[in-house]
């Protein structure tokens, strides 16, 4: 496929070109280098960016749907409104990246990296966030109930108002995350670091908090523990919970 004289295919280099309304759909451009390219409204469901440069793309409001972006590099990309469901963002780098009001739903984000990620009202029913780095990202009022956010990284994030009841969080770390008032309800938390944690008004009621790192965490004294299982868990003045 020829456009505006560049023959579009793997491992092309693209960076910097105005690509905006571009058709994609179905191709195969692994590896290309879009580094700075703008892909504003461009339709690329189902495209193979399989270790793709897309930093710092410009992208608000293309589709992305079912598209292949597997550890793709998309640090410091425009992202707003992009339609990403179904995609799959095993590894993807986001870091720095704007992803305000984009759609991500069922995605895989399985190692993704989203470290001081903007994602303001995301979309983020039914991902796959296992593994994932989610540092320092604001993510207050998020409804991510019964979740897979097994090992995911969420140090300094900002999880107030979350609602992760039923939420996959084992061995996952909240060090120094902001949960207040967020609703743990059933959420598996067994082998979680939150050393530092604000659970101030937080649900975790029926939470299972074996083995579970609750070292300096501020007022848990406050949050609701009601049938919540402690066996193992480091409490915050250094005690283990027998």
Partial sequence: MEFNGHFLRSEVDLSNTDLCFLDASDLNLAGCNLKGANLTGA????????????????????DLSSAKLWHANLAGAYLWHSDMHCANLKA????????????????????????????????????????????????SNIDLRNTDLGGADFSGADLSGARLCGANLKSALLVGANLTGAD???ANLSE?????????????SSANLVDANLYHAWTIEDAKTRGANLSGAKLPGGTIHE
Avoid at 54 to 59: D, V
Avoid at 113 to 139: C, H, M, P, Q, Y
Avoid at 192 to 204: H, Q, R, V, Y
């Fill in 92 to 139: 993807t780098v986001f870091s720095g990246a704007d992803l305000s009001y984009a759609d991500l739903t069922n995605s895989d984000l399985s190692r993704a990296v989203l470290s001081d990620a903007i994602l303001l009202e995301t979309e983020l029913r039914g991902v796959t966030l296992t593994r994932a780095k989610v540092l320092r990202v604001n993510l």
């Fill in 192 to 204: 979680a670091n939150m050393t530092d944690a604000i659970l101030t008004d937080s649900n975790l």
């Fill in 184 to 186: 743990l309800s059933d």
């Fill in 43 to 62: 339709n690329l469901r189902r495209v193979n960016l399989g270790n793709a440069n897309l930093s710092f793309a410009k992208m608000k409001y293309a």
